[in-house]
């Protein structure tokens, strides 16, 4: 009777739970990267038909990734990248981390910081960095150019 028990493979067992979360972030990420490319189709009014014509492929096979009936490799996320102009990177990034594309983690990790400062002790840090708080274009060109001190 154990020795049947032993057989039967827990759910809860380290490896089956990170392979359940390893799918999970792997289809959450491809649906991701699937919308990313459908929106930038539309923004760029590119047809599943267009997008297929510039890659050689039928619309029928672009139809199928888009739609998630058919599994999409990373050779497949690239092309389809690249025919709708965005990078590989932007395409399974979160949301709203846009700006954020060239920084390491531990860059992430100091701005998320800086975020949760007081005011004031972000305003002292930024003098001491001198670092300018965000003015608009039209506005930086009027500023007279700022002195160096010595």
Do not use: Y
Request: glycine share 2%; net charge positive; hydrophobic share 45%.
């Amino acid at each position: 009777m154990m020795r049947e028990m032993s057989l039967i493979q827990n759910p809860l067992s380290p490896k089956r739970l990170s392979a359940t979360l390893l799918n999970t972030v792997t289809l959450r990420v491809a649906e991701q990267a699937r919308e990313r490319i459908r929106d930038g189709m539309r923004e760029k009014a590119l047809s599943q038909r267009d997008v297929a014509e510039l890659l050689k492929w039928s619309q029928s096979r672009v139809a199928k990734l888009l739609n998630a009936r058919v599994e999409m490799g990373v050779d497949d996320l690239e092309a389809l990248c690249f025919a709708v102009g965005i990078t590989l990177t932007e395409a399974v990034r979160d949301r709203g981390l846009e700006f954020c594309a060239e920084m390491t983690p531990t860059e992430l990790r100091v701005l998320e910081r800086f975020r949760q400062l007081q005011p004031n002790v972000r305003d002292a840090v930024m003098t001491l960095l001198d670092v300018r708080a965000h003015t608009p274009l039209s506005e930086r060109r009027a500023m007279p150019a700022r002195k160096k001190i010595k």
